[in-house]
């Protein structure tokens, strides 16, 4: 007996969406706080 | 190249690649017959929990060399190391429960693993709170320290508790004893996940570890 | 050895007679138990939940919040008249002296813990008297990891700002893996299995109290150095 694949893609988009969103966030704040201070 | 600019090449690169990683995953990986699409969470967020850990093992390890040594660049690595721990950890702990939600029916559930990673993310927390509530920074460092081993020793009492207790999180697929047991292309699409979540730590950790030698002490 | 233990409980001793003097930290601890049993018993439905479900939930919430309390005092009074630098120059390794701190911290919670297993019992009505060797085993295999944990970081938060809001947030997930073996077992055992089904959870509290005591013995000098 085949069940239909469950729908559930918005949950998927989410995560996607949200991870990217954390990532590229943090990935800016470390770029504008790097900038302030030349160090090496 | 400066450390800066190193960092933010890696960064940089690492995003594209997690562009790359999406297209993979959300196109060209097959579709879990029983889970559905949700399933394919799975690809960022056992990514984001390996880096988390690997953050957190990387702060023990700095932190036992920072003692046995007294190196500042050390403590200055730990410092950087749990702050972008930090960061994969929100990303796991946003993504589970998106993922739990469909399959499980429950956003949250108290089953051990996913309690335990609570607690990583505690540990973090906690870790940075007590870097902030100590001004002189040798006692900082040291006190850092202590917390950071002892974070690090907690993890295998984390991981072994999901194996005693009898849980609702899908058992360890790729890193149990035997061989992973999902399909290959699956696997391919996982690994190449974790390895891109990897680049971006190094990345942010080397842009976080430039920050630290700034003047205004971290 | 001979020497270390000595010494340490040298420590214990004093600790003990300290906190016996004036009784202050071991009254509120035990009100606050009984206060705690007090609103478990009030805030729950006795018709909706049996209270051996929720009996060792209770317990163990119990024993944590007196294990906090514990810790809290644990470097307290050595803060005044700059005691603690007294006790460093003291001609005692730094073992010794977290030994002696450990041995007091935990005979006061184990003072809190019988207290609050006897209040359990009058309260609750549970038959915890029938398995009260293999409880009262557990709840030491329990309680002896954290608490050396909890000793090494309240040595450590003393002096920080917001001491006493750090260790508990430091602590919490230290607590964790040894509750959740504790309760486990407890459920068990209120469920009146034999001992040898939770051999597991057993092994893993064992593990813990090993590892952290070694752990915390070992980082405790880099706590109190200059």
Not at chain 2, 106 to 130: E, H, P, V
Not at chain 3, 48 to 62: E, F, G, K, Y
């Amino acid at each position: 007996m085949t069940e239909a694949i469950p729908q559930n893609a918005p949950y998927m988009v989410a995560a996607y969406v949200v991870t990217a969103a954390i990532l590229v966030g943090y990935a800016i704040v470390l770029a504008l706080r790097t900038r302030r201070s030349r160090d090496s | 190249m400066t450390l800066v600019q190193r960092g933010r090449w890696l960064t940089g690169i690492g995003l594209l690649l997690l562009g790359g990683v999406y297209l993979r995953a959300l196109a060209f990986t097959p579709v879990e017959l029983h889970q559905g699409p949700a399933q394919k969470i799975f690809y960022v967020h056992v990514p984001a929990a390996w880096s988390s850990m690997l953050a957190m093992g990387l702060v023990g390890l700095a932190s036992i060399l920072y003692l046995l040594v007294r190196d500042t660049r050390y403590d200055r690595f730990a410092a950087a190391s749990a702050e972008v721990g930090t960061v994969f950890a929100c990303v796991m702990l946003t993504t589970g429960p998106l993922w739990a939600k469909p399959i499980w029916g429950t956003w949250w559930t108290w089953d051990a693993r996913l309690t335990l990673t609570l607690m990583l993310f505690f540990i973090f927390i906690g870790y940075q709170l007590l870097r902030g509530a100590v001004t002189d920074p040798a006692v900082r460092a040291r006190s850092a320290a202590v917390v950071g081993i002892c974070g690090l020793v907690l993890l295998p009492f984390i991981h072994l508790s999901v194996y005693l207790f009898r849980t609702l999180h899908p058992q360890p697929i790729v890193l149990k004893p035997s061989a992973p047991s999902a399909p290959p292309e699956m696997v391919t699409t996982l690994l190449l996940s974790v390895g891109v979540f990897s680049l971006l730590y190094l990345g942010f950790v080397i842009q976080r570890y430039a920050l630290g030698g700034a003047a205004r002490d971290d | 050895m001979r020497d270390l233990l000595r010494h340490a409980w040298r420590v214990t001793r004093k600790d003990l007679r300290l906190e016996f003097r004036s009784r202050t930290a071991l009254t509120s601890a035990l009100v606050f138990t009984a206060l705690v049993l007090v609103v478990f018993e009030h805030g729950r439905d006795p018709t909706a939940v049996p209270t051996l479900n929720l009996a060792p939930s209770i317990l163990w919430v119990t024993f944590s919040f007196a294990s906090m309390l514990a810790l809290n005092r644990a470097f307290q009074a050595e803060l005044e008249n700059h005691a603690l630098d007294g006790l460093l120059l003291a001609p005692i390794s730094r073992t010794s002296l977290f030994w002696g701190k450990l041995g007091a911290n935990l005979v006061f919670v184990a003072l809190v813990q019988v207290t609050g297993m006897l209040l359990f019992m009058l309260f609750f009505n549970v038959p915890v008297w029938r398995v009260w060797a293999p409880l009262a085993a557990v709840t030491a295999l329990a309680t002896v990891g954290f608490i050396a944990v909890g000793t090494l970081f309240s040595a450590m938060v003393v002096r920080t700002r917001f001491a006493e809001l750090m260790l508990p947030v430091l602590l919490l997930p230290f607590l964790l893996p040894p509750l959740i073996a504790a309760v486990q077992v407890t459920v068990q055992l209120f469920a009146g299995r034999p001992l040898s089904e939770v051999a597991g959870w057993l092994r893993l509290l064992a593990a813990y109290d090993i590892c952290f005591v070694t752990l915390a013995t070992l980082l405790f000098p880099f706590t109190v150095t200059e």
